[in-house]
């Protein structure tokens, strides 16, 4: 599976940004597809996920209320809204895949086999 991620830029705190991850390669549906965002003082962090058989999603703390993933499996897309930006949102976004993952183990990182190149989203203050 290759991932392509997109959809990052700059916007002020309190904006909007909708990221994309096209996958192409393998069926898609079956994949949990996840966001994971870095900055270089924090590591990486686990955003969200959707699983790959029908809809159950997972947010981290950070960003529920504020963020929603979605698929259209038809388009092998996952997307990404953020709403609410806030200037710590600020960081490189990626987009991740893997399959069979459990339900512990969907915030880590190792877990997924597949990772997109990222796509920075800078929020201003």
């Known amino acids: 599976v290759q991932l392509q991620a997109s959809g990052g830029g700059l916007v002020q705190a309190g904006g909007s940004l909708r990221l994309s991850c096209a996958a192409s390669?393998?069926?898609?549906?079956?994949?949990?597809t996840a966001w994971f965002r870095q900055t270089p003082g924090k590591g990486r962090e686990f955003v969200a996920a959707?699983?790959?058989?029908?809809?159950?999603?997972n947010y981290a703390n950070s960003v529920k209320g504020r963020f929603t993933i979605s698929r259209d499996d038809a388009e092998n897309t996952v997307y990404l809204q953020m709403n609410s930006l806030k200037p710590e949102d600020t960081a490189v976004y990626y987009c991740?895949?893997?399959?069979?993952?459990?339900?512990?183990?969907?915030?880590?990182?190792?877990?997924?086999?597949?990772w997109g190149q990222g796509t920075l989203v800078t929020v201003s203050s």
């Open positions: 390669g393998r069926p898609f549906s079956r994949y949990t």
């Open positions: 959707i699983r790959g058989t029908g809809t159950t999603t």
């Open positions: 991740v895949a893997g399959l069979n993952l459990i339900l512990s183990s969907i915030p880590s990182a190792s877990r997924y086999d597949y």
